[in-house]
């Protein structure tokens, strides 16, 4: 608890107030309150000089109080001069945001399906908003025009040949404004009929979770019941879910497998590569960007080290730290409900590597994937480094620079590569890096963006690297990262698809990366950047973006950490997950955690965790 001053002497007295808002972007609200002896006092709304709303306060519950309403700014209209008079007196001066800023927001998340997306026909369906009727009151009456390109990205009147398409869909406004969406499509080679063929002949049976209380005898005697129920949504799925479509595609084009799915060569993978092909063609960034990634490279002299097996001796750690830093691992792990794996190297060599408690009832292992959550983010970062070093980006560069869809956009401050990881960049939320069309939803947006303006955690901004790194390239996502980061360092567990959150890993592959950068950007006689673009990743202070105020230190994909005993300039990014991962120059030594979550007691002993490899720590002065 903490005493707080809200002022040195009372106010005069408030016998009335008022506050506004849009409701649903629907209508505005006014909320007028007073005390209980302005009960029949007049309130009124004025726009300027204009009265827009009236209505008299009522006494209820002891207090008087009126509820007023007035239509929503017209589409394109200055934001409303409200201000709210009671009893003749000035009382509120409403304050509500920009609404077509809110619609525009709102629009990012429009819902835009076509019906069906696998069809059977020469004739290519129609799409529509979910919504319509909701969309049309955002950005008023509207067309649509679609554009279909077949799976070599020729243009198709008609969908004469099974297989993949991809839809470019223009959305008009009477106003004048356009938006754009992409949608892959599938035409099956045989007619509708194969949907109800394939779902009838589907095995199809599930047993309901215990919290329904339903007996097991219950479920085989219903068993058909309920294996009817799950064809019929499996039918409909096929035809109303936009996500079938990129996966019958990717299954139509899989004639000879070269090589078992992974994360890199998916159906979702396949899918995503596809669509970077189109847009590189759309945009012209293939003429724009047409040098190759040519990192990692191998590099002459002597090799940066790497993880490997050795003595405490040879890592600089006490004989006894190992069994000590295990111990207070059994112990955390017999007093918590999540299984966890650990390695702790120094000087590259090996300290302890080793899983402790459960999970799913099996013990846990050191091969078994964990929830990276947030590390993905210096993951993302340690790519776009790559193509900083080869000069391929510039952090300090704005968006239309390398994502033509932010082209021609009128803003007040220019958004840059470096807003995007730093957090300034006036996005939310983790999402995007899944839609192909994630970079025409934020141009839309981009005119109300305030960028620049605070530090508003979010994975969005990465999201949209990961298109920069796209187009750049012409690499999807995930097959970057194979190619560029994971296949170089020999991981192959490691599944690594987006920017901020998704990446599952375990310790030894995450300790590669880490010593990797540990090394500035070398692992044995891979140079992935050299060491003066590696400092361009490390945290800076944000002054130069945010102001002379802040005191936040930010890097691309990089922040500081100040666990006691660890180094002054240790780094690497924290988890939603509890996932460790410290990177420690002074030290020279990476610790890596992998879990899916923190548990049980988690706060008691990732200190004594640390505090255990501190203890082992042999100063390299003795």
């Not at 079938?244 to 139509?252: D, K, T």
């Not at 470096?418 to 934020?442: A, S």
């Not at 920069?468 to 390239?473: G, K, N, Q």
Request: charged share 25%; with cysteine.
């Amino acid at each position: 608890m903490h005493r707080v001053r809200l002022a040195d002497s009372a106010s005069s007295s408030v016998v009335a107030a008022a506050a506004g808002k849009y409701d649903k972007l629907r209508r505005i609200v006014v909320q007028a309150r007073g005390v209980a002896d302005s009960a029949g006092a007049r309130v009124e709304v004025r726009d300027g000089d204009i009265v827009v709303a009236d209505e008299s306060l009522t006494l209820t519950d002891g207090r008087a109080a009126a509820t007023l309403t007035l239509p929503m700014p017209a589409i394109g209209a200055p934001r409303p001069n409200l201000s709210v008079n009671i009893a003749g007196a000035h009382t509120a001066d409403l304050d509500l945001p920009d609404a077509d800023g809110l619609r525009a927001r709102e629009l990012t998340e429009a819902e835009l399906h076509f019906h069906p997306s696998v069809f059977a026909s020469d004739d290519f369906p129609g799409c529509d908003f979910e919504e319509s009727r909701r969309v049309e009151s955002l950005i008023g009456p509207y067309t649509i025009e679609t554009q279909f390109y077949d799976a070599q990205y020729a243009i198709a009147e008609k969908a004469t040949e099974p297989g993949r398409y991809g839809a470019i869909v223009t959305i008009r406004a009477e106003g004048g404004a356009t938006y754009t969406r992409y949608r892959t499509l599938f035409r099956s080679p045989d007619t509708p009929s194969w949907i109800e063929e394939f779902v009838r002949h589907v095995p199809a049976s599930i047993g309901l979770p215990p919290e329904y209380g339903i007996p097991e005898d219950a479920h085989r005697v219903h068993a058909s019941a309920i294996g009817r129920h799950i064809k019929y949504a499996l039918r409909d799925s096929f035809y109303d879910n936009d996500g079938i479509a990129p996966l019958l595609a990717g299954l139509y084009e899989t004639t000879e497998p070269s090589r078992p799915s992974d994360a890199s060569n998916d159906l979702v993978a396949m899918d995503r590569q596809w669509w970077v092909g189109l847009k590189r063609r759309l945009y012209n960034t293939a003429e724009a960007f047409p040098d190759p990634v040519a990192r990692p490279e191998r590099v002459d002299g002597p090799a940066a080290p790497v993880i490997r097996e050795g003595s405490a001796e040879a890592a600089g750690m006490t004989a006894d730290a190992a069994a000590n830093i295990d111990a207070v691992c059994r112990e955390w792990a017999g007093d918590s409900d999540e299984g966890f794996a650990v390695l702790v190297a120094r000087h590259g060599v090996i300290v302890l590597h080793d899983a402790y408690g459960e999970r799913d009832g099996r013990p846990m292992s050191v091969n078994h994937p964990s929830w990276m959550a947030s590390i993905t983010k210096l993951l993302g970062g340690t790519l776009m480094m790559m193509l900083v070093d080869q000069g391929l980006v510039d952090l300090d560069a704005t968006m239309d620079t390398y994502l033509p869809a932010f082209r021609d956009i009128d803003v007040q401050t220019p958004m840059t590569v470096r807003h995007l990881y730093t957090h300034t960049n006036g996005l939310w939320g983790h999402w995007g890096d899944e839609l192909h069309d994630f970079e025409e939803v934020i141009s839309e947006y981009y005119p109300y963006l305030e960028i620049g303006v605070r530090h508003g955690y979010n994975g969005a901004g990465c999201a949209l690297a990961g298109k920069i790194i796209e187009s750049v390239s012409g690499e999807g996502l995930p097959q970057f990262y194979a190619k560029h980061l994971l296949d170089p360092l020999g991981i192959s567990v490691t599944a690594a698809t987006d920017m901020s959150w998704q990446t599952r890993s375990m310790p030894m592959d995450m300790a590669r990366i880490g010593q990797m950068l540990l090394n500035k950007g070398q692992y044995g006689d891979l140079r992935f950047f050299r060491p003066e673009t590696f400092e361009k990743m490390l945290p800076v202070s944000l002054v130069p973006l945010l102001g002379p105020e802040t005191e936040i230190e930010w890097g691309i994909g990089a922040t500081w950490f100040k666990d006691p005993g660890l180094g002054e300039g240790t780094f690497a990014h924290g988890a939603a997950s509890a996932a460790t991962l410290r990177i420690d120059p002074e030290n020279d030594m990476v610790i890596v955690m992998t879990r899916n979550a923190g548990g049980e007691n988690f706060g008691e002993y990732h200190p004594k965790f640390l505090a255990a490899i501190v203890d082992g720590i042999v100063d390299s002065a003795d």
